[in-house]
């Protein structure tokens, strides 16, 4: 067969050369697949830190209309709530109010901030350093988050209807230490759906 093939001119392929083939092929196979699971987990990681902003801004907006809903109500001169369980139990009427359906977890880092006045609660924040990929085109209620440097600079604090600009309200201090983890079990929803202070 050796004598044929060199008789026509061919060549006998060497085994060591199609070995080698074979392992540049399998190389350039494993780095292609590297970089293809790298473009994959580079998006899923984008669309995964888009969609926790998308629940910080939804469970702190919850937080500041349910502030809102608890400072409004207040029997007598207006109050902010001390602790974020009043917001679950308002146990200043004969019969309790529920301005929120649960203490929610902060998506970013589990813990909340408090943005405080003394003793009363404003609103809360992120306590992450996080970069925010979102930077514009808020909703009006979020419109002083345009341009912040991290999402604890997004303050979901409660201005009351009277104060025209939520900026105008005093913030002596923000709380920086973490909360206990909270009970998260869901509380029962008011029959009838809350609404917004503004709305009223």
Do not use: C
């Not at 907006?61 to 207040?74: D, T």
């Not at 139990?89 to 109010?97: A, T």
């Amino acid at each position: 067969m050796r004598y044929h093939l060199a008789k026509y001119g061919g060549e006998v392929p060497s085994v060591r050369r199609l070995q080698g083939f074979t392992y540049i092929g399998l190389l350039i196979a494993i780095a292609l697949i590297g970089i293809g699971l790298a473009a994959v987990g580079q998006v899923w990681s984008t669309a995964t830190k888009r969609e926790r902003e998308r629940e910080l801004l939804f469970v702190g907006g919850e937080f500041r209309q349910a502030i809102g809903r608890y400072y409004e109500a207040s029997p007598g001169v207006k109050q902010y709530p001390r602790r974020l369980e009043e917001l679950l139990e308002d146990q200043r009427f004969p019969v309790i109010k529920r301005h929120l359906r649960k203490i929610y977890v902060d998506p970013m880092t589990s813990n909340w901030g408090l943005v405080l006045q003394g003793d009363q609660i404003l609103g809360v924040h992120s306590q992450s350093t996080e970069r925010p990929m979102k930077t514009a085109n808020f909703e009006a209620a979020d419109n002083s988050f345009a341009g912040g440097n991290t999402y604890a600079d997004w303050q979901f604090v409660y201005a009351p209807l009277e104060v025209p600009n939520a900026a105008a309200v005093p913030i002596p201090q923000t709380s920086q230490q973490s909360l206990p983890p909270p009970n998260l079990t869901p509380m029962t929803a008011p029959s009838q759906s809350p609404t917004s202070p503004s709305a009223r």
